[in-house]
T-cell receptor
Framework: DQQVKQNSPSLSVQEGRISILNCDYT??????FLWYKKYPAEGPTFLIS?????DKNEDGRFTVFLNKSAKHLSLHIVPSQPGDSAVYFC????????????FGQGTRLTINP | SQTIHQWPATLVQPVGSPLSLECTVE??????LYWYRQAAGRGLQLLFY??????ISSEVPQNLSASRPQDRQFILSSKKLLLSDSGFYLC????????????FGPGTRLTVT
C-alpha cells in the first residue's frame, strides 16, 4: 500500500525553464508535506515543506503547491539550473505517527543545457 | 549547528558476516533518530526509529536490528548478512517536538557478496 506516489520516474527540462514535479497521496490524515533533493551516493537534503493549512509555500526558486481536495502536491523550480539535476522525493507525515515520514519513490530530474 | 555523521562510507561484506553501522549527531539533544535503506532504483524505506535512549521501533521485520546506547548515537546491526541486505543505508535525525523535518547523513553503501 503505497501512500505517497510519484508517478513520473524521470523528467527532463531545458535549463531556464520551469520544472514541475508531482506527488499524490492517499492518506487523508497526512497534514505536513516535504520535498527532498538527493544526489547520487549522498543523503537527501531537505528543500521545502508545507503544512496542510496552506496551499502554497515559496522559498527562492522553489515553490510547493498543495491541493488537499485532490490529495496532490507539486514542486515548481523556476528557473531550472543544471545543479538542480537530482532525484527528488516527496514525503508526508501526520498527527498519527508524527515521528515518521512516508516517502514517494522519487523522480529523477535532468536539466539540459 | 547540527551535524550528522555516518561510517563507514562504503562496505563490502560476504554473506553470513556481521554488520555494524554507526551514526552520531552533534549539536542537538534528545533527537529522534532513524535508519532508512534505499535499494537500487527504489525509494526510501524506513527500517527503525528511536525517540530516546534504548527506545527502538521496528518498521520492517528482517535480520537487522538497531540500538541507541547514547542520546546521539544510533547503531544498525546484523548477525548474518543476506544478499538482499545490499543497499544504501541512511541515518537521519529530527528535533523532538512538532517539527517534521528530518535531516540525513551522508549514507553508507553496503554491498553483500
Amino acid at each position: 500500500d503505497q501512500q505517497v506516489k510519484q508517478n513520473s520516474p524521470s523528467l527532463s527540462v531545458q535549463e531556464g525553464r520551469i520544472s514541475i514535479l508531482n506527488c499524490d497521496y492517499t492518506n487523508s490524515m497526512f497534514d505536513y508535506f516535504l520535498w527532498y533533493k538527493k544526489y547520487p551516493a549522498e543523503g537527501p537534503t531537505f528543500l521545502i515543506s508545507i503544512s496542510s493549512i496552506k496551499d502554497k509555500n515559496e522559498d527562492g526558486r522553489f515553490t510547493v503547491f498543495l491541493n488537499k481536495s485532490a490529495k496532490h502536491l507539486s514542486l515548481h523550480i523556476v528557473p531550472s539550473q543544471p545543479g538542480d539535476s537530482a532525484v527528488y522525493f516527496c514525503a508526508a507525515s501526520g498527527i498519527q505517527g508524527a515521528q515518521k515520514l512516508v516517502f514517494g519513490q522519487g523522480t529523477r530530474l535532468t536539466i539540459n543545457p | 549547528s547540527q551535524t550528522i555523521h555516518q561510517w563507514p562510507a562504503t562496505l563490502v561484506q560476504p554473506v553470513g558476516s556481521p554488520l555494524s553501522l554507526e551514526c552520531t549527531v552533534e549539536g542537538t539533544s534528545n533527537p529522534n533518530l532513524y535508519w532508512y535503506r534505499q535499494a537500487a532504483g527504489r525509494g526510501l524505506q524506513l527500517l527503525f526509529y528511536s525517540v530516546g535512549i534504548g527506545q527502538i521501533s521496528s518498521e520492517v521485520p528482517q535480520n537487522l536490528s538497531a540500538s541507541r546506547p547514547q542520546d546521539r548515537q544510533f547503531i544498525l546491526s546484523s548477525k548474518k548478512l543476506l544478499l538482499s541486505d545490499s543497499g544504501f543505508y541512511l541515518c537521519a535525525w529530527r528535533a523532538s517536538g512538532r517539527n517534521y523535518e528530518q535531516y540525513f547523513g551522508p549514507g553508507t553503501r553496503l554491498t553483500v557478496t
